[in-house]
């Protein structure tokens, strides 16, 4: 008997500059530095479009949206996701629920986590409930606690109406 289930996982890390936007999980976070990277560099986005990727078993976001495409120069990570999900539709995947986690000293991100939810499943056509996002930080070790970058960590589970 197979299983209709597939597991997923993402992981994802962008340094903060200056002269960026602070883009997470779909929402623009007031602070002086930015996420640095060729798209929006929304790490949130980024960990969670792997996860899905991988439980699809269709690659990662660098096979579908190479850097070096100019498409993708500072699109909005949301639109990669929507573009993500429809590749999961054709291919028969409803997502189950996905659970991320923001690792970052600062800013704080958690007022942020129910409007990055509700964008999120917006982008995947999908109830917010079903994705859960969490931050933490590190206690100031390692480069996220010096605020030299924020990373970003997923897990999802994709279902199969007709089982694989
Ligand atoms: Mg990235």
């Not at 209709?4 to 890390?13: A, T």
């Not at 498409?71 to 993500?84: F, N």
């Not at 600062?106 to 079903?130: D, F, I, T, V, W």
Request: hydrophobic letters at 40%; proline letters at 5%.
């Amino acid at each position: 008997m197979t299983l209709p289930y597939r597991i997923g996982q993402g992981f994802d890390v962008h340094p903060l500059v200056e002269g960026r936007k602070l883009i997470i999980g779909g929402v623009e976070i007031p602070f002086f530095l930015g996420l640095q990277g060729h798209s929006d560099a929304d790490v949130a986005c980024h960990a969670l479009g792997d996860a899905l990727l991988g439980a699809a078993g269709l690659g990662d976001l660098g096979r579908h949206f190479p850097d070096s495409d100019s498409r993708y120069q500072g699109i909005s990570s949301l639109r990669l996701l929507e573009i993500i999900s429809n590749l999961l539709r054709e291919h028969g995947f409803k997502i189950g629920n996905a659970d991320i986690t923001l690792v970052a000293q600062e800013p704080r991100l958690s007022p942020y986590r129910e409007k990055m939810q509700n964008r999120m499943a917006a982008a995947l056509h999908c109830p917010p409930e079903r994705i859960n996002i969490k931050a933490t930080t590190t206690e100031g070790l390692g480069f996220t606690g010096r605020g030299e970058g924020i990373a970003a960590f997923a897990v999802v589970l994709l279902l199969k109406k007709d089982g694989l």
